[in-house]
């Protein structure tokens, strides 16, 4: 919605590496999420990104351009556990706050 | 600390009727923010309240409302239950400043017949 855009599917081998691009129109505010959801669950905080550049957290990573609208994911060495949607929420509504999300990406890790 | 939790889990309606669902937030967040996701429209924003005041709404008809109460406890209301309305109801707590990272309740499941 709004103008965010996700792959809907992506299909990745255990142990390899896998980007989810997340592509949005600009607000003129910073911040955005990235959030993990497992089927039949909640989505759950995976990382945030306020300035430009890439954030590292373990496995995951996350990277940032503002001016160009556009984050990507990065998952290194997945895992079958990894199999989940992803789902970016960029900065929006008055004060920029991220309550729309992008569709979400469907990531399946196979053995 | 305690996580965010939502009653009840699962609910069956029929078109017409209405329905409550009930939010309560981690301890010491002040805003609830209320979704509807469903697979064809996935996760759709539909109001936050914060100090019990709506502070942002999504796109979606007069049919859904909430509020707040003073413990930050949040309610959601469907009037007039529609079949589309069969779909996750999820609400996420928040220290309600802007930016922030929303926690996200395991949802209430609706179906509609």
């Known amino acids: 919605g709004q103008n965010i855009d996700q792959p809907t599917e992506m299909t990745a081998t255990e142990g390899a590496i896998v980007q989810i691009n997340c592509t949005y129109q600009t607000s003129g505010f910073n911040g955005l999420f990235w959030y993990q959801q497992h089927a039949g669950e909640a989505p759950t905080f995976l990382s945030y990104n306020v300035l430009d550049g890439l954030e590292e957290k373990g496995r995951f990573s996350s990277f940032l351009s503002r001016s160009k609208g556009y984050s990507y994911l990065l998952l290194k060495e997945l895992q079958m556990k990894d199999s989940a949607s992803y789902l970016c929420a960029p900065p929006r509504g008055n004060y920029g706050q991220n309550f729309v999300f992008g569709p979400g990406t469907r990531l399946s890790v196979l053995p | 600390k305690a996580g965010v939790t939502q009653t009840p889990r699962y609910l069956i309606k029929t078109r017409g009727q209405q329905v409550t669902l009930s939010c309560s937030p981690i301890s010491g967040h002040r805003s609830v923010s209320w979704y509807q996701q469903t697979p064809g429209q996935g996760l759709q924003f539909l109001f936050e309240?914060?100090?019990?005041?709506?502070?942002n709404k999504g796109n979606f008809p007069g049919r859904f409302s909430g509020r707040q109460f003073s413990n930050s406890r949040s309610e959601m209301n469907v009037s007039t239950l529609e079949l589309g309305d069969s779909a996750l109801y999820l609400c996420?707590?928040?220290?309600?400043?802007?930016?922030?990272?929303?926690?996200f309740g395991p949802g209430t499941r609706l179906l509609v017949l």
């Open positions: 996420a707590s928040s220290s309600g400043q802007a930016q922030e990272t929303q926690y």
């Open positions: 309240y914060f100090s019990e005041t709506q502070r």
